[in-house]
Every structure is written in C-alpha cells, then in structure tokens.
C-alpha cells in the first residue's frame, strides 16, 4: 500500500479532494483510471486514501510521463466527468520528489 | 481541508504510513505535532487523510523550514515513539511543488 519508487529524483502528483453526493459511475472509473494509468510509460506506482477527504498520489518517472498521462484520452473524459458529477473540489499539486526515507518494522 | 497554499514553488512532505494495533499516546501527540507544526516558521498548510492507510502531507516555504521542522526537539521524541510503537512501516517524502491547479464549485 506504501508504493515501492525508486529512489529519486522522480515526480509526484498529489491529487486532494473532496466528492459530491453523486455515486453513478464514480467507483468504475477509479478502478479504470487506476488500470489505466499503470500502463502508461514512466508509471511508478500510487497511494489512495479517502475518509471524506480524498487524497490520492501518483509517482512518475519523468514531468512528460504526467503530461502524456494528463491528455490521455480516457482520462480527459474522466478528468471533465470529475467536474461535472464527481469532485466538489480538488487541488491538484505537481512534484518534484527530491529526497525519500522509509521505515518498516 | 484542501490547504489553502500560496503560488508554487513551495516544498510539501508527503508521510504515508501503516500504524500498528498500539493506540496508547497516539491521538494527543498526532495533534500535539499538528498544533506544533502550526507554530512553525514557513509552515503553510497540511492534509491528513487514514483509513488503514494514513497519508498526512504538510506544506512549507522552503527546505530549511522543513529540516528546522525535522529536527524540533518534541518532533525528534514523537518521530522516535513512532518507531517504537504507532508505525508498522512509513515513507516520507520531501517533494519541491512545482505547479499547481485547483478546481471548486
């Protein structure tokens, strides 16, 4: 559930966000967007919480792999569907991972 | 609950961890840590989310803001109780925010 990157430097997408009331289709599309983005080149990996406020992280190799990532196609449909029905806000933050730790028993 | 951060760049700490079963002290240092943080130079926001998975990312203005942070002596007692007892496993990552963008009904 900790995504495994690889020590960096590498990219993060920090996706905070809170959803509407609206459930239609909203679970499907995760699942699908997730897929999704696992086959995309330079994915890393991503972590996803969500208890009211939603906070999901996406891990890229390199700024283009977001980019390509950000005008996929079936993500584009999704990303406005968001808008419309999903999300009642979101900020989407765009990151350098610069230095990493970790710690497991 | 969406931080309220200023224009990029600024730096974000990205903390997802996995607790143990051991609640004891657990809730009044988190929010002891919070409200310190709070109170620290360049501090500028956090997002906290758990649900089996705890992701908590803070924001500050630079990186000598977080390492004053890292190295706050109640900070240094609460990140060593962590390992001894809250934390099964945990990655911290120190990210440069390099673009953002938001969207709000």
Redo the contacts between chains.
């Keep these: ?3 495994n ?1 690889p020590a ?1 430097p590498y990219y ?1 997408v ?1 996706f ?3 959803r ?1 009331q609206i459930e239609e289709g909203y679970d499907e599309t995760a699942l699908q967007m997730v897929q999704l983005a696992e086959k995309q080149d330079g994915y890393l990996g991503h ?9 999901t ?1 996406s891990y890229w190799e390199s700024l283009e792999a977001i980019r390509n990532w950000k005008q996929q196609n079936d993500h584009l449909i999704a990303q406005s569907l968001g ?1 419309e029905k999903w ?19």
Tied chains: 1, 2.
């Design positions: 559930m900790i995504a990157t960096p993060a920090i905070t966000n809170i509407t972590e996803s919480v969500r208890n009211g406020l939603g906070i992280i808008r999300y009642a806000a979101y900020k989407t933050r765009i990151c350098k991972v610069e230095r990493d730790y970790d710690f497991f028993i």
